[in-house]
């Protein structure tokens, strides 16, 4: 049984950063994805990136944040983090981080299992 839990987030003032983190268990090896999806209210749940935790560690993104966004992985308990900087009111949200085993999709329908969800918040 796979349990993903998400912690982070929170409220911040435009240009500020934000931390979250995701952390998986239940997995057999550490052969899976970790990536980072964003709801923005009243719309569609949309791919922020992602990471392999077998892989070299380096992580995909989407093109409307890279640059702005960064996963991470801890290698020492394969937590994945998520750094938002220079926030807009527009990345508002509620951020969810998903898993599945193999490699990353930017697909909401690809990914099994999920964490609750942190809402990101972020004001003028």
């Known amino acids: 049984q796979v349990s993903v839990v998400e912690t982070g987030g929170g409220s911040v003032q435009a240009g500020g950063s934000l931390r979250l983190s995701c952390a998986a268990s239940?997995?057999?090896?550490?052969?899976?994805?970790v990536a980072w999806f964003r709801q923005a209210a009243g719309k569609e749940r949309k791919s922020i990136g992602g990471i392999y935790v077998l892989g070299d560690s380096k992580a995909y993104y989407d093109v409307s944040v890279k640059g702005r966004f960064a996963i991470s992985l801890d290698q020492a308990d394969d937590t994945v983090y998520l750094e938002l900087n220079g926030l807009s009111p527009e990345d508002s949200g509620v951020y969810y981080c998903?898993?599945?085993?193999?490699?990353?999709?930017?697909?909401?329908?690809?990914?099994?299992?999920w964490g609750q969800g942190r809402q990101v918040t972020v004001s003028t």
């Open positions: 998903a898993t599945r085993t193999g490699g990353c999709y930017p697909t909401t329908s690809q990914y099994n299992d």
């Open positions: 239940g997995y057999q090896s550490r052969a899976y994805c």
